[in-house]
């Protein structure tokens, strides 16, 4: 039986808020090598876009798989398509209207790319937009909102699926919003991930981690299922186990 371990980004395996040198640590990044050298899979689960993540991975972890958008676009570890699912632009252009990229920061991911509304520093590839018309061409996988607060994003989270939620789910990543097209979630990719293994591999075993409220999907998906000590209590309640670190899971699922 193929053992695959699908694992969060942020907050998981990537602390963006840490000193540089603990952002990506490189006892995980061993552990994941490991892994894959003793057969099994090792992919991403994430909110994120592809382009959100490589810049950050490349040269220290090649995932066999990557669940991104919150299922929207999954592709395999050469960024060749699995299953790509969008946004209806003008469902896309709807909300970008109602939320005003001068008082919140938006994000598209367009066939994997990060289209956003104003410059940033960021050390990888980015499109400055002035709206959903002028977007590069492509699937719309995912509309993403940076609030200010928890309470903000559970707000705006709310709004947009009283709105829109005949074409769209929102989901609050801590004081992110991430809006996918209807009936994606991490959850629902790695199902669709699974039988796609299925048809390769035979039988799998699904490990799952993530440290957050949209990671719920993804843990009730896995047949094992890890989080931390620091999730919120809910999540820790779905888990199958809390670990200390990502290291602890796939230790434990080896």
């Not at 840490?18 to 994430?46: H, W």
């Not at 632009?89 to 919140?104: C, E, F, G, Q, W």
């Not at 018309?133 to 309470?151: K, R």
């Amino acid at each position: 039986m193929k053992k695959v371990f699908a694992s969060d980004f942020d907050g998981t395996l990537y602390f963006y808020k840490a000193e540089d040198k603990d952002k990506l640590p490189m006892r995980s990044v061993e552990k994941i090598r490991e892994y894959q050298a003793a057969g099994n899979l090792f992919g991403l689960c994430t909110g994120r876009q592809v382009g959100g993540l490589t810049p950050f991975i490349t040269g220290f972890v090649k995932p066999d798989f990557y669940i991104t958008s919150s299922g929207a676009n999954i592709v395999d570890g050469d960024l060749k398509e699995i299953r790509k699912k969008g946004v209806e632009p003008l469902v896309a252009d709807a909300i970008v209207r109602l939320m005003d990229p001068d008082k919140y920061r938006l994000t598209l991911d367009v066939e994997g790319d990060i289209c956003v509304f104003k410059p940033m520093d960021y050390p990888g590839k980015y499109y400055v937009i002035t709206g959903v018309d002028d977007a590069p061409e492509g699937l719309i996988h995912q509309v993403s909102i940076h609030t200010e607060s928890l309470e903000d994003a559970a707000a705006v989270s709310r709004m947009i699926n009283e709105k829109f939620g005949d074409y769209v789910n929102a989901f609050q990543n801590v004081i992110e919003v991430d809006i996918a097209p209807k009936g994606c979630t991490k959850g629902e990719g790695v199902n669709f991930l699974r039988g796609w293994l299925k048809e390769r591999y035979g039988d799998v075993i699904l490990y799952g981690i993530g440290d957050s409220i949209n990671d719920l999907p993804l843990l009730e998906a896995s047949d094992v299922s890890y989080t931390f000590p620091y999730a919120p209590e809910i999540v820790q309640q779905k888990a199958t186990k809390v670990v200390e670190t990502i290291v602890d899971a796939l230790e434990d699922s080896m």
